[in-house]
Structure formats: C-alpha cells, structure tokens
C-alpha cells in the first residue's frame, strides 16, 4: 500500500500561483512514477501532469502545459506541482495519485490521495 496526502491548495487571484505537495508513505517512493489530477463541479477527474519514477519524464495536459511544473523529490518521497499563471478554470480539487509505470490515464493509477481544493477567483 502506498498513502498519499497532498497539502498546499488554497485560494488564489486569477494569474497568481500555487504549489501542490503530495507526501508518500508506505512502500519504496522511487518504485512508483506519480501523477496529479483534477476534478472540477460536475465534471470528471482529468489529467494534469504525470513524472517517471526518477524525475526524468513529465508529461502535461496541453490546458496546463507551460504553466504548470510537476517534480518530485525522492529523498523527501514528495511530488510536487507548481501552478503558475491560474486562471479560474483550474479551480478544482487535485489529486496525487502513483502508478508503476508514467501515464496520463487515469485507470492506470493504482493509489490516490484524498484531493486538495484549489479555488482561482476572477
């Protein structure tokens, strides 16, 4: 088992910034690539960004893509997103979620955090 918490959401002007923290714990954290997600009111949880197990690979959906970074720190066993440039549309609740292998599907994520809101206003 792998638990996941994320910590950083909150409330931000649009165009302002914020840094999402997924903690792990339970098994070996570099053995597992990581991906956050997003789900707003009334929609699907969707693809943000995902990391290869060493850091090396990321991945971003294209509505975030220069915007948002995603890295982690294996000595820490934390992944992180940095979110520049928000807009009111990225308000939603974001997940951590781990996976053997990197994807951005969202059936192949085997563990998940509990979500961290994060709200954009205009």
């Known amino acids: 088992q792998v638990q996941l918490v994320e910590s950083g959401g909150g409330l931000v002007q649009a165009g302002g910034s914020l840094r999402l923290s997924c903690a792990a714990s339970?098994?070996?954290?570099?053995?597992?690539?990581m991906g956050w997600f997003r789900q707003a009111p009334g929609k699907e949880r969707e693809f943000v960004a995902a990391?290869?197990?060493?850091?090396?690979?990321?991945y971003y959906a294209d509505s975030v893509k220069g915007r948002f970074t995603i890295s982690r720190d294996n000595a820490k066993n934390t992944v992180y997103l940095q979110m520049n440039s928000l807009k009111p549309e990225c308000t939603a609740v974001y997940y951590c979620?781990?996976?053997?292998?990197?994807?951005?599907?969202?059936?192949?994520?085997?563990?998940w955090g509990q979500g961290a809101q994060v709200t954009v206003s205009s």
């Open positions: 979620a781990a996976t053997r292998v990197a994807t951005i599907h969202l059936g192949g994520y085997e563990y």
């Open positions: 339970g098994r070996t954290f570099s053995n597992y690539a």
């Open positions: 990391i290869s197990r060493s850091g090396a690979s990321t």
